[in-house]
């Protein structure tokens, strides 16, 4: 757990950019973000203390819609079957409107899982998805 708290205090290279980065390079960096933002939980001081976690998530955010812009969801399917849970889950919110029937799976995973913090995360998403809404601004 220490290595992983860490790696989530320690923030991405600010170069390259996103938009200097090549697509394999993209898809390194979202499962760096998306690793980091699971260690995040691992630093907090109080389970109120959110800024970590949300720099991070944001990241993970920021390279989804690289990725969109890109028309490069797909690069991100392969960690639909991570083994860290956060990664798994932003994975799959990223890729629901490429890979439906997968990433809805991936979630439904997720939302059963003992994870109580990924378990709602999850369950937010599929019902946003479900009722036609955005689950990531700026991706779908």
Known sequence: MLALADRARTPAAKRPTLQEMSVHELAQRF???ATREFAARFVAVEPTDMTLHNRIAGEVAD???ESKRRDKL???LPFLDSSIITTRAQAARTTITIAPERASEVLEGVRASKDYY??????ES???????KTIIFGVG
């Open 31 to 33: 499962e760096d973000a």
């Open 63 to 65: 390279i989804c819609r």
């Open 74 to 76: 797909s690069t991100l």
């Open 118 to 123: 990924e378990q709602l995360r999850a369950a």
């Open 126 to 132: 599929l019902e946003r998805w479900r009722a036609g």
